[in-house]
T-cell receptor, first 112, second 111 residues
Framework: SQTIHQWPATLVQPVGSPLSLECTVE??????LYWYRQAAGRGLQLLFY??????ISSEVPQNLSASRPQDRQFILSSKKLLLSDSGFYLC???????????FGQGTRLTVV | KQEVTQIPAALSVPEGENLVLNCSFT??????LQWFRQDPGKGLTSLLL?????REQTSGRLNASLDKSSGRSTLYIAASQPGDSATYLC??????????FGTGTRLTVIP
C-alpha cells in the first residue's frame, strides 16, 4: 500500500534561518507531488506541484522554493525565513487527475 | 477562478443525529470532488472521491453526492458519533495539478 511521510512534525525557527521540509512517498511510482500551506482559519493554498523529477511549478510568489531530487521525494526550502512563513505545511500525492489525493500528517512551522 | 464555499462553518449536534454538510463551487468544469476529514493539528484523511460522471459515493455511514451542473456537493453523516468530531473539507479538481479547497466545516458531536 502507498504511504506518505513528512518530517519534522513541528519546527520552531528564528527569522532569517534556513528551512528544509521533506516529504517521501512509498508504494507508488511517478506520483504528482504537492506542497500546500494552511494558515490559521484559512483554506489550503497550493504552493508547489511536481509531475516528475526536477519539474517544479510554483503557484504563488513567495519566499519558498521546492525541489524533487528523486521520484518519490519532495523538499520545501527557504534560504531565509520570514515571520509570515509560519503555518501548517502539508505534502500530498496523487496519480492521474481523476484519482484520489493523499496527504501527509503535516509540519507545524513557527517562525519566531 | 474556482472558489469553493462550505456552509456552515461550524456545526454542533447531539450524538445519534444525522447531518448534512454542504459544499458549493463556482466552476462546474471539474474532474472530481473529494471530501476530507482533518483532526486538530493533523493532516487530511481522504473520505470519499466522486468523479465528475458520478452522482454519489458511499462509505459506511458517509454518503457524498455531487450535482456538477449546479456546483454543489453534500456529505451526509448518518447516526453521528463523538468520534466524528473534526473539520470536514471538500476540494474540487479542475485540472491535473491542483485541488481547490473550501475552508471547512468544524463538526462537534456532543455525547
Amino acid at each position: 500500500s502507498q504511504t506518505i511521510h513528512q518530517w519534522p512534525a513541528t519546527l520552531v525557527q528564528p527569522v532569517g534561518s534556513p528551512l528544509s521540509l521533506e516529504c517521501t512517498v512509498e508504494g507508488t511510482s511517478n506520483p504528482n507531488l504537492y506542497w500546500y500551506r494552511q494558515a490559521a482559519g484559512r483554506g489550503l493554498q497550493l504552493l508547489f506541484y511536481s509531475v516528475g523529477i526536477g519539474q517544479i511549478s510554483s503557484e504563488v510568489p513567495q519566499n519558498l522554493s521546492a525541489s524533487r531530487p528523486q521520484d518519490r521525494q519532495f523538499i520545501l526550502s527557504s534560504k531565509k525565513l520570514l515571520l509570515s512563513d509560519s503555518g501548517f505545511y502539508l505534502c500530498a500525492w496523487s496519480l492521474e487527475r481523476d484519482t484520489e489525493a493523499f496527504f501527509g500528517q503535516g509540519t507545524r512551522l513557527t517562525v519566531v | 477562478k474556482q472558489e469553493v464555499t462550505q456552509i456552515p462553518a461550524a456545526l454542533s449536534v447531539p450524538e445519534g443525529e444525522n447531518l448534512v454538510l454542504n459544499c458549493s463551487f463556482t466552476d462546474s468544469a471539474i474532474y472530481n470532488l473529494q471530501w476530507f476529514r482533518q483532526d486538530p493539528g493533523k493532516g487530511l484523511t481522504s473520505l470519499l472521491l466522486i468523479q465528475s460522471s458520478q452522482r454519489e459515493q458511499t462509505s459506511g455511514r458517509l454518503n457524498a453526492s455531487l450535482d456538477k451542473s449546479s456546483g454543489r456537493s453534500t456529505l451526509y453523516i448518518a447516526a453521528s458519533q463523538p468520534g466524528d468530531s473534526a473539520t470536514y473539507l471538500c476540494a474540487v479538481r479542475p485540472g491535473a495539478n491542483n485541488l481547490f479547497f473550501g475552508t471547512g466545516t468544524r463538526l462537534t458531536v456532543i455525547p
